[in-house]
Every structure is written in C-alpha cells, then in structure tokens.
C-alpha cells in the first residue's frame, strides 16, 4: 500500500562515475545538508545510494539504485531521486518499472539528448547514454538490464538544444517524440508540455519526470556540468510541475547533474528544493 498524505521520500543517487567532472556525485550530500539546516514537512530523505560505496562499478551502482526506487515505491505514492550525473536514470526508471509495472511513460527534461551508445558517443561517457540504454540498446554495454524499461512511444524529451546527429537519428528511427528549445520557442512551454504530458500518460501504468538541470537557462540554474544558453525558464517549469504535482498517475521525479562546486550563489540548490517542494505540493514560500 502507498501514503499519499506521506512526505515525498528523496533518494540521494551520489554517482560521477558517468560524467567528467564527477563533482556532481557531491550534488546529493550538499542538498541533504541544506534540508537539515532548513526542514521541511513537505520532504522526507530516505537514503542516499552512493558509488563510493565498496569501489562499487556503475551497473553495481545502478542496481542499488533501482533496488531503492522499486522499494520506496512500494510504501510511497511518489518519490524523488536526486544525482548525481544522468548515467544514474539507467538505475531510476528500471526500478519505477519494477514497482509500478509497465509501460511506463517518460518525460525527459533536457538539454541534450542523452542517446548515444558506446559506438557513437564522441567521448565514452555515460551520462550522454541512459536514454538509449533505457530504449535497450545497449545490451551489450549493460547485459544485466532487463531489455527496453522505456517503449519509445510513452517517451518525450523537451528542451534538447545540444546533440550530434548519431542521437538524433537514432530517436527518430525509434519513433520518440523530441520537442528541441526551437520548437519550444514556437509553440511555447505550455503546449510542448502539454503534448509532453499527453505521450506519456497515453496508454501507459504511470509515468515520471527526469529533468537534467542543463535544461533550464544558465542564469536560473549555473551549477551544472554542461550548461547550454537558450534553456527553459524555470519560473515556467515550476508552474508546470505545480500543474501536476496532484496527478497520482505522476510517480517519481529525477533531478540530475546539479553540481555544487560550480553553483554561483547557491542560486542551482535554491532552485532544487523548489522543484522538490513544489512536486510535494507544498506551499514553498511556507517553510521560507
């Protein structure tokens, strides 16, 4: 049985192994000890899984981090996981999958891609795979994965503004849907979302919401790996995500690449606990 009047639970996914800088795997600490300077009945840290832990390999971690999600899952009607580098949804989604059940639909909150696999990624790093690795095409990479945890046609990405052709190929010839910032600049967030929202609700058990913070405009969100200029505005995904943080079909929540060694004024992890807040459903401003 799931509580739904439960605090939203919050994994800590403390894992570098996929990007180059792997700063971002001190993102989770930094924002449990900013929760225990401020806390809030609104959220609840359950744990933190780290790759540190016994020199653990990235599919070693990546199961622990499934395990962890399927497990809340099972006592909690919505949970949040925060990285960490984005290699870490290989983890976050095939455990959702394992407690929800399928299909599940994916909102994917980018300003990449994320489709490359070890044959076509330019620089070898994981962090720009986890959406072909959930697709399953990487079998070969990850053979311990359970196949495709993602149909491509539950799955959106928004906000992709940076990417290499191989990528772009490969998600259109699985038939995902990708709404680029240039599109977004046409129709507007509203709409993207919209449709966003329509793909992977339709058909689908539930769905969740992974959002690497490159997605949103460096000047809302500086402390990232790979900041891109042009990104979504974070007053308007924050007005999004108020929208359906009452939807009990939404069950998970994945914030990725926040790192707090390039974060300017904090103004990155500030930004962080309001999203998380505002997935709670609570009153931000209550607690500040």
């Avoid at 690497?212 to 969100?221: G, N, R, V």
């Avoid at 999203?275 to 209550?286: M, Q, R």
Wanted: aromatic share 4%.
């Amino acid at each position: 049985m799931t509580d739904q009047s439960a605090p939203l639970g919050i994994i800590g996914a403390a894992s570098g192994l996929g990007a180059p800088d792997g700063r971002c795997g001190d993102g989770p600490q930094v924002l449990h000890e900013a929760l225990q300077q401020c806390p809030s009945s609104a959220l609840a840290w359950h744990q933190t899984v780290s790759a540190a832990e016994d020199g653990a390999t990235l599919p070693e971690f990546l199961e622990r981090l499934a395990a962890s999600c399927a497990a809340l899952l099972q006592t909690q009607q919505r949970i949040a996981v925060v990285g960490g580098d984005h290699a870490c949804a290989m983890g976050t989604w095939r455990g959702v999958g394992r407690a929800v059940g399928a299909p599940l639909g994916l909102i994917w909150i980018d300003a990449h891609l994320d489709a490359h696999t070890p044959v076509t990624s330019p620089r070898g790093f994981w962090h720009g795979m986890p959406v072909a690795a959930l697709l399953g095409q990487m079998a070969e990479a990850f053979p311990q994965n359970e196949g495709a945890a993602i149909d491509p046609r539950h799955l959106c990405v928004v906000g992709a503004r940076s990417f290499e052709d191989d990528e772009h190929e490969l998600l259109l010839r699985l038939g995902v849907r990708v709404i680029t910032m240039a599109e977004v600049g046409r129709i507007g967030f509203e709409a993207a979302m919209a449709e966003a929202l329509a793909i992977a609700t339709s058909g689908t058990v539930a769905y969740g919401i992974s959002i690497d913070l490159d997605a949103l405009d460096p000047t809302d969100a500086p402390g990232v790996g790979s900041p891109v200029v042009g990104g979504l505005l974070a007053a308007e995904l924050l007005s999004w995500l108020s929208s359906v943080a009452g939807d009990p079909r939404l069950r998970a929540l994945e914030l990725a690449e926040f790192n707090p060694a390039v974060d300017k004024e904090q103004r990155t992890l500030e930004l962080l606990l309001q999203i998380l807040k505002t997935a709670s459903g609570a009153d931000y401003e209550s607690d500040h």
